[in-house]
């Protein structure tokens, strides 16, 4: 059984983090996808928020877990049997962050492997402030989040 975590701050879930989701079910077994508590993004959703919108929009999707974590993401990869951990590239400007994460991670815990998977092109300039920014001046993100969301976006 090969289960890896994928972790974010998902505030909220977009169609982007979904089509990862359904890329690295095609490598793993089992997917977790694992809500960070210590964000220091100031979120717009509370952790209940964005994992009850989480478990909505993945709802007929199958062999996924969800889940919150703190501290740090290996300790949690390895609490969970993960044998890696997934994040998503989609341009050249994630890449320097997400080298160095995943450098460190190595080093923390060389056990753990880090995953990149590219996103569908139509969601290469999508992430969770551009959707939040948009909904609040009045733009459709029908495109862009599940429907579910759209609508706790639109009630916020
Ligand atoms: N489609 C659309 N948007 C995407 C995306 C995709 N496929 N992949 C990422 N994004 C967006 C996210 O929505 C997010 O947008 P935002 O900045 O507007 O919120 C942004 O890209 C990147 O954030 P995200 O993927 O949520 O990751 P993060 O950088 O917020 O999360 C953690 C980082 C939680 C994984 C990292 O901080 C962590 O591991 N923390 C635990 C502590 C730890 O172990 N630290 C040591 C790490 S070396």
Same mark, same amino acid.
């Given at each position: 059984?090969? @289960?890896?975590?994928?972790?974010? @701050?998902?505030?909220?879930?977009? /169609?982007?983090?979904?089509?990862?989701?359904?890329?690295?079910?095609?490598?793993?077994? #089992?997917?977790?996808?694992?809500? !960070?508590?210590?964000? @220091?993004? /100031?979120?717009?959703?509370?952790?209940?928020?964005?994992?009850?919108?989480?478990?909505?929009?993945?709802?007929?999707?199958?062999?996924?877990?969800?889940?919150?974590?703190?501290?740090?993401?290996?300790?949690?990869?390895?609490?969970?049997? =993960?044998? =890696?951990?997934?994040?998503?590239?989609? =341009?050249?400007?994630?890449?320097?962050?997400?080298?160095?994460? =995943?450098?460190? /991670?190595?080093?923390? /815990?060389?056990?753990?492997?880090?995953?990149?998977?590219?996103?569908?092109?139509?969601? @290469?300039?999508?992430?969770? !402030?551009?959707?939040?920014?948009?909904?609040?001046?009045?733009?459709?993100? !029908?495109?862009?989040?599940?429907?579910?969301?759209?609508?706790?976006? #639109?009630? #916020?």
């Amino acid at each position: 059984m090969k @289960t890896a975590v994928y972790p974010g @701050t998902f505030d909220p879930i977009t /169609n982007g983090h979904i089509d990862i989701i359904e890329r690295a079910l095609k490598i793993f077994d #089992k997917v977790i996808i694992a809500v !960070s508590v210590d964000s @220091t993004k /100031n979120p717009l959703f509370t952790v209940e928020e964005r994992i009850k919108m989480i478990s909505e929009a993945v709802k007929d999707i199958q062999r996924i877990e969800i889940d919150s974590f703190s501290g740090l993401l290996v300790d949690y990869a390895k609490k969970t049997n =993960a044998i =890696a951990i997934i994040r998503g590239l989609r =341009a050249v400007s994630d890449f320097e962050y997400e080298f160095q994460m =995943a450098l460190m /991670n190595r080093r923390l /815990n060389e056990k753990i492997e880090t995953v990149f998977l590219m996103p569908n092109e139509k969601f @290469t300039y999508l992430n969770s !402030s551009i959707v939040r920014e948009v909904v609040s001046l009045g733009g459709d993100i !029908s495109d862009f989040v599940p429907e579910n969301v759209k609508n706790e976006l #639109k009630k #916020k």
